[in-house]
Structure formats: structure tokens, C-alpha cells
């Protein structure tokens, strides 16, 4: 039967071939619990219970990603859940622990960073799964679950090894018969709506032989509104507006910020959290943006948080936000040097490459603080964070940045030994200094990478934010001649590469302006120091660049990860500059295998290093500002290229990058008793993870995974 094939066969992944590594998780995969206890210890009652309010809606929003990522996650996770409450003696597998703890860091069986399937990396999953205690008080539940999710469970057919649009992978933001085109003309249709795509997904039908779609709004409440509801003709298409798309998680979600309320500390938190509450109610993106103000005027929280339909990576055309929700406590020594940076922003952002007219009107100073993380819901947890992402407040009312301090100091945590592709004495500068430089870039490319440069707009009035006759394109040395129209944004304009594009833009910003002795003198590091930040800085981009090979798929000629393939671009850029500036050659490695060595001379960081990255980081603000996606796309594509022609065989380059590949490690938030509000911590390990998980839910878990589940089979038909 379909069960047993799935569990016996799994070494084939379905294919009759051996499973490659990068689909399962080693069992030695790195798990570090993040460190927070002190700066929670020094909380005061009130902002104990806020914090814990807040976490409380971050863990059911982030329950949303389960629905985001695959058709089978939910019921993988349910299944997880049941089984793992009630573990018993049989659970001694570390394969099927790691397994479990891949699925809960990540939300779902997608890797977050790389957006790979990964599967069980054991051949008994199914028979400890009948083997435990859940099974033995629960056979048909436990069964059915296992019915519903075994075959993809295991499965590495072609199209569901990544995420992605059409025939190039799985998404569940889009029912499975949508295509580019689909993602296309839906994005046109909300443009003339004025809808935002962050909090939707799209499902399309045929009706009488006329292309139907649903656009369905996230929010609690499921009936339709006048504003927003309803059903249009759009060309030769249909478009459903509906609300009510993971309502029940929704409700959650809104039921624990009403309690956060009561405990918030001023007006602007007041406000911010009722606008988000009326967002996740209403399924309104335009409340969610009002909450958004209120967050930026909250200045130096002692208790920051932020929580939403937020970043758009892994929306295969880039418009659809992965919910998301963290809540963490300012680290205020790390923090000084952040606002340091921040008051030296102004005399920085003219020495960026481009024009004063490509520049933003006014620098309006953000909020930029060092924190370490409470809790962290979604798919994955980043170093640094610049929000929010939409970009009429970003211009004109300003942002905030955060750097995850918690995170950084064991996320990036590199053994000398497990250092790929660097010369003997370049790993113990790399190992010295990559937490200094990488706090730098961080510093950089949130506050002034995505902090920087202009869009120019001609609104709905017919009212444009540059002067026509005035303003000079300095690639072409002519008069702009294009811009953003109406409620068009650079998501909605650049769409597919706006993600990767922009942290390409950021990280550019990073290393140019790294070169500045005030912003190293800012954090700390002086004289030879300096220089060693320097060098490692442009040394770990490099190899970054190298390592990115892993997150580009050959078949489908794409990549899955937008931070990779913007690091794989910067290389490409400085391999182009010449003049020895960039060494890349393919060696053989000690235990005779192929292997790879990057060098860097450092001596030209400031003069070849420094002048390619200027070229390039003009085109892009300017392709940017001007919504030049033609020239931006073709820029892009040039430098993303993976190929085995020019000097540098890239697919060749690929299979050593696998073949070396660094184990990934998944974190360890943190759970917060409720009553008197104490923290719980775990410990680091697979099993410590999954607890947290286990007893994060325990208080209505029977409610939350029918409720999943009930969710999940509501839109079965739509993944076929």
C-alpha cells in the first residue's frame, strides 16, 4: 500500500535513485538555544506580561507558515505534535528527532534558507510512529493523519524538491494550476484596486470556460465587505475578493494582542497594537500600515516587537508576505553603538555612489537598536531586520532597524576546521573577526542599505516627488524618462528579483561604506583592527558568493534564496574587476576530492574593490529609483548567471560547493509561562527544541490542531 511504499522506498525519494544529502538533515545539525535570560530577568511585571501577550500572538500567527509552505506541512505538524506529547522510550532515533526539529524551526518541511524540501533521513518513520503511545490510545487518528501526508512526506518528485511557481516547484500562496502569467495578471488587478498582495493568496478556477480567480485576504472575520469584497471583471478574467483565509489563527492572534494592550507602555503602543488587531480582524493591509506609524514613533521600547504578513521572499513572484512575529529586549551597551551609526548617517549617505537626487528627500532617523530575541515566530530567524517594507512610509515617515544580537553570536559561530575554501592563514583572521565585521555589515546594510535611495513617483494627482526638467540620469546622461505610477510599488514593479535585488543593493552599501574609519571607529575597531575588519568583510562576501551555488537549482535555472544569490552576484562583480584583485580556482583537496580556493588581495580592497562596487551599486540605485525593470532585470540576470562557460565553470564550482557544504543549525526560542510570567529555557539539543515546541501549545492544542487540520483539508483540491 501507499504507506508502506513510502516508508521502505525512502532512501530512493520516490526516484529509484539515492537521496542526495541536501534533502535530508545530518544528524549532527547544529541547535543552540539563544540566550536571553538576563535581559529578561531585568524586565519589570508589567513589561514581563506584555512581552508574554505579544509572544503569545507571534506562536499562533507563525502557525500560518505551515500553510504557507507546502500542502502536507500542517498535517506533518499535527501528526508531529500528537506523536511527540506523549513520546515514550521508542523516540531514541536522533534521525527522527532531527527531523521533528527541522520541521518546527523551519514551519514546515521546506528549509527556510534555501527553500529545499528535506525529508526523514530514517527508513522506520512509519514504525515508530505506530509504536508510540499515540498511536496505541489514538490507531485511527494517528492513521489518518499518516494517510494524509506520508507520500509527500517522502517524496522528492522534481517539481516538489523546491519551492516555486508552475512546473518550477510547490507554493501554496497560489493553487497548483497557476502559472507566472496567473501571478501576472492578478498583480495588475490589485495595482487597479489598490490592493496590497502581502496578506493574500490566489486560487484559480474554470467556470463555463472562463478563467476564474479568488483572491482570499487573511483576517478572523469571513464575511464580505463593500470596500474590498466582491466579484470583478478584469479584462476577459473574473476576481473574487474573499476574507477569512486562516481565520481561526487569526482569532488567536487578535484575542492575545487585546490582552497585550493592557499592558502596553504609552499611546503609541496602544494604537499600534489595535491597528493591528483591526488588520488581522478585517484582513486590511492599510490598517496594518497605520500600526506600522505608530511602531516607528515608539522610540527605544524596553520591550520591541513586530508582527505581520512581513517579508516576501518566498513568494515564488515576490509579492505575498510570509507571516512572521518576534518580541525581544533591547541590549542597551550594543544599542549606543547602533544610534552612534545613526547620527553619523547623514554626513554617510553622500559619500554613496550615486547623485543627491537619487537620494531620499530627508533623512528621517530611525529607531535602530540591538536586541536580543524572546521569541522569533516564522520560518526562519534573520541577523538583521529594516521595516516595515512598505515604501510610501519608508520615504516619507521613516523605518526602524534592528540587529538581533542573541542570534548573532551563535548563529555565525564558525569552527576553524569546518572553514571551506580559505587559505591556512586567512581562517584564523576569518575566525577572529567575522563576528566584529559581520556586526559592521549587519550595522550598514539594514540602516543605510535599506535605509538609502529614492524612488521617484508620479501619484494618482498626477503629482511627481522629483523635478522632470531637472534631474539627470547618470548612466545615460539624459532626463529620467520612467518612474513609479500610482499605488505601484518596487515589489509590484520588479516583482520576481525585487527581493534579491534589494539585498544585493544593501550588501553593496555594506562593503562600500565599511571602508569609512568613522563606522569602524563607531564599533570599536581601530588601526590594524580596522584594516582586518576590512579585509574579513570583503573575504566573507566572497566566499558567501561561492557558498550561494548551493541555493541555485540547475534544472529550472533559478534560485531559491535572495541573500545567496545577491552574494553570488557581488562576486561575480568583483571577479569581473580583474587586475588579481579576486582569486577563485578549483583545487584538489587534501582527501583527494575537488575543492575550491578564494583569495583576496587585500591591498586593492580600496582601489579596484572599492571602485567596481561604486560602478555597480549606481546602476542599481538608479534602475531602482527610476523603475527601470527591463535594464534591472537585465543587469541582474547578468551577473546570476550559472553556467560552465567564461573563465569560471560554475556548475562545476556547484557540485564542490555541495559536496563541502556547512551543516545549518536551527535556534531555540524561548517559551514564557504565563501567570506570574517566568521564562522557560531548553536546552540545545533536538530534543529541547521539540519541547519547546510540545508544551508552547499545550494549553488548547487539541483545539489548534483540529482547527489546522480543518483548515488544511478546506483547500486539499486546490494543490492537484
Known amino acids: 500500500n501507499q504507506s508502506n511504499a513510502a516508508s521502505s522506498d525512502w532512501w530512493k525519494g520516490g526516484s529509484g535513485r539515492m537521496v542526495d544529502s541536501q534533502y535530508y538533515l545530518p544528524n549532527d545539525t547544529g541547535i543552540s538555544s539563544l540566550d536571553c535570560g538576563e535581559a529578561f530577568r531585568l524586565l519589570s511585571p508589567q513589561e514581563k506580561k506584555y512581552a508574554h501577550y505579544l509572544s503569545r500572538a507571534a506562536w499562533y500567527g507563525g502557525l500560518v507558515v505551515l500553510m504557507q509552505t507546502s500542502p502536507e506541512s500542517p498535517n506533518i505538524f499535527v501528526l508531529l505534535q500528537k506523536v511527540l506529547e506523549k513520546r515514550n522510550s521508542v523516540f531514541i532515533f536522533q534521525a527522527f528527532l532531527v527531523y521533528a526539529a527541522g520541521l518546527y524551526a523551519n514551519m514546515g518541511n521546506y528549509k527556510s534558507f534555501g527553500d529545499t524540501k528535506f525529508i526523514p533521513n530514517l527508513p522506520k518513520f512509519k514504525a515508530l510512529i505506530w509504536a508510540s503511545r499515540a498511536f496505541q490510545e489514538q490507531p485511527t487518528e494517528i492513521k489518518t493523519l499518516w494517510d494524509s501526508c506520508c507520500c ?52 484559480k478556477k474554470e467556470n463555463g470556460g472562463k478563467t476564474c480567480y479568488e483572491v482570499r485576504l487573511a483576517s478572523a472575520v469571513k464575511q464580505e465587505c463593500e470596500s474590498c469584497c466582491g466579484t470583478f471583471c478584469f479584462g476577459d478574467k473574473d476576481f473574487t475578493v474573499t476574507r477569512g483565509d486562516y481565520a481561526p489563527l487569526m482569532e488567536k492572534v487578535c484575542s492575545s494582542l487585546q490582552q497585550a494592550q493592557s499592558y502596553a507602555a504609552n499611546e503609541n503602543q496602544k494604537k499600534m497594537l489595535e491597528n493591528y488587531r483591526r488588520s488581522f480582524t478585517l484582513g486590511s493591509v492599510d490598517a496594518h500600515k497605520e500600526g506600522s506609524r505608530f511602531w516607528i514613533k515608539d522610540k527605544g521600547p524596553i520591550v520591541e516587537s513586530y508582527i505581520g504578513f512581513i517579508e516576501s521572499y518566498r513568494d515564488p513572484f515576490g509579492s505575498r508576505g510570509e507571516f512572521e512575529g518576534f518580541v525581544a529586549v533591547v541590549n542597551k551597551a550594543m544599542s549606543e553603538r547602533f544610534a552612534r551609526l545613526v547620527s553619523s548617517a547623514e554626513m554617510l549617505l553622500p559619500e554613496l555612489p550615486w547623485p543627491k537626487e537619487f537620494e531620499k528627500d530627508t533623512f528621517l532617523k530611525p529607531d535602530f537598536t540591538s536586541l536580543d530575541v524572546l521569541s522569533f515566530a516564522g520560518s526562519g530567524i534573520p541577523a538583521g531586520i529594516n521595516i516595515p517594507n512598505y515604501d510610501d512610509i519608508r520615504q516619507s515617515e521613516g523605518f526602524k532597524n534592528v540587529s538581533l544580537g542573541n542570534v548573532l553570536s551563535v548563529a555565525y559561530a564558525t569552527k576553524k576546521e569546518k572553514l571551506t575554501f580559505l587559505k591556512e592563514e586567512d581562517k584564523d583572521l576569518f575566525i577572529k573577526w567575522k563576528g566584529p565585521s559581520f556586526e559592521v555589515q549587519v550595522g550598514l546594510h539594514e540602516l543605510l542599505g535599506h535605509g538609502s535611495g529614492k ?59 565599511c571602508l569609512n574609519p568613522q563606522v569602524l571607529s563607531i564599533f570599536g575597531n581601530e588601526g590594524q583592527d580596522a584594516q582586518d575588519v576590512v579585509y574579513i568583510n570583503w573575504l566573507s562576501m566572497v566566499r558567501a558568493g561561492l557558498l550561494g551555488l548551493e541555493f541555485y537549482t540547475p534544472e529550472s535555472e533559478s534560485w531559491r534564496q535572495a541573500h545567496m544569490q545577491a552574494r553570488f552576484v557581488i562576486l561575480n562583480v568583483l571577479l569581473e574587476a580583474g587586475e588579481g584583485f579576486v582569486g577563485l580556482q578549483e583545487v584538489t583537496g587534501q582527501d583527494g576530492k575537488p575543492d575550491a580556493l578564494i583569495t583576496l588581495d587585500r591591498s586593492k580592497i580600496h582601489t579596484v574593490g572599492k571602485n567596481a562596487i561604486h560602478r555597480f ?46 551543516l545549518g543549525k536551527c535556534l531555540i526560542n524561548f517559551r514564557l509561562q504565563s501567570d506570574h510570567v517566568e521564562l522557560v529555557e531548553y536546552e540545545g539539543t533536538a530534543a529541547g527544541l521539540i519541547t519547546s515546541f510540545v508544551e508552547r501549545f499545550r494549553d488548547d492544542a487539541e483545539e489548534l490542531e483540529e482547527q489546522l487540520m480543518e483548515l488544511n483539508k478546506t483547500d486539499t483540491s486546490c494543490w492537484c
Not at 518528485?157 to 508552475?166: A, F, H, I, P, W
Not at 513609479?484 to 562600500?512: H, M, N, Q
Not at 532585470?633 to 563541502?660: I, M, Q, W
Request: charge should be neutral.
Open 617 to 662: 551599486l549606481q546602476k542599481l540605485q538608479v534602475l531602482k529609483a527610476t523603475a527601470d525593470v527591463e535594464g534591472g532585470r537585465a543587469l541582474y540576470k547578468k551577473y546570476s548567471t550559472v553556467d560552465d562557460k567564461g573563465p569560471h565553470n560554475f556548475l562545476r564550482l556547484r557540485e564542490t560547493v555541495l559536496l563541502r557544504k556547512e
Open 455 to 513: 524612488l521617484f513617483v508620479q501619484d494618482d494627482e498626477g503629482k511627481f516627488n522629483f523635478d522632470q526638467s531637472k534631474v539627470i540620469n547618470p548612466e545615460t546622461g539624459e532626463a529620467v524618462s520612467s518612474w513609479y505610477r500610482g499605488s505601484e510599488t518596487w515589489d509590484s514593479k520588479f516583482t520576481t528579483i525585487a527581493s534579491s535585488y534589494e539585498e544585493c543593493r544593501a550588501e553593496c552599501v555594506g562593503l562600500y561604506l
Open 152 to 203: 509527500r512526506l517522502y517524496s522528492l518528485e522534481d517539481k516538489q524538491k523546491q519551492l516555486g511557481l508552475g512546473d518550477k516547484g510547490i507554493t501554496t500562496y497560489f493553487s497548483g494550476n497557476c502559472c507566472l502569467e496567473d501571478a501576472e495578471v492578478t498583480q495588475k488587478f490589485l495595482d487597479s484596486k489598490k490592493l496590497s498582495a502581502y496578506n493574500t493568496r490566489l486560487f
